[in-house]
Nanobody
Framework: QVQLVESGGGSVQAGGSLRLSCAASVYTIRSYCMDWFRQAPGKERERVASIDPNGRTTYADSVKGRFTVSKDNAKNTLYLQMNSLKPEDTAMYYC?????????????WGQGTQVAVSS
């Protein structure tokens, strides 16, 4: 079984930072593409960032330069460091993963963690 559990969400002021974590119940996430998605009420779900099995990262244009995705393979944990947060970043953030390569949609999803950014 593959389970993903997000943590680290909360409420912050614009310009602040949050670090999201995603704990994966797998033997190792080394072989997985891991993603962060977000969805705000009334808006489409969007992929925020991904890191593939080779370590290559991709970001949505809206977060480039502000967000950093990383992982600790030994801890089976994915991270999303979010800096210079904007009210537009307010959303439910979801961790996702796919075995072997990045898939659309991903194979596995977490339950989400809420991020609220106030102005």
């Amino acid at each position: 079984q593959v389970q993903l559990v997000e943590s680290g969400g909360g409420s912050v002021q614009a310009g602040g930072s949050l670090r999201l974590s995603c704990a994966a119940s797998v033997y190792t996430i080394r072989s997985y593409c891991m993603d962060w998605f977000r969805q705000a009420p009334g808006k489409e779900r969007e992929r925020v960032a991904s890191i593939d099995p080779n370590g290559r990262t991709t970001y949505a244009d809206s977060v480039k330069g502000r967000f950093t995705v990383s992982k600790d393979n030994a801890k089976n944990t994915l991270y999303l460091q979010m800096n210079s947060l904007k009210p537009e970043d307010t959303a439910m953030y979801y961790c996702a993963g796919s075995f072997g390569y990045c898939k659309r949609p991903p194979d596995y999803w977490g339950q989400g963690t809420q991020v609220a950014v106030s102005s």
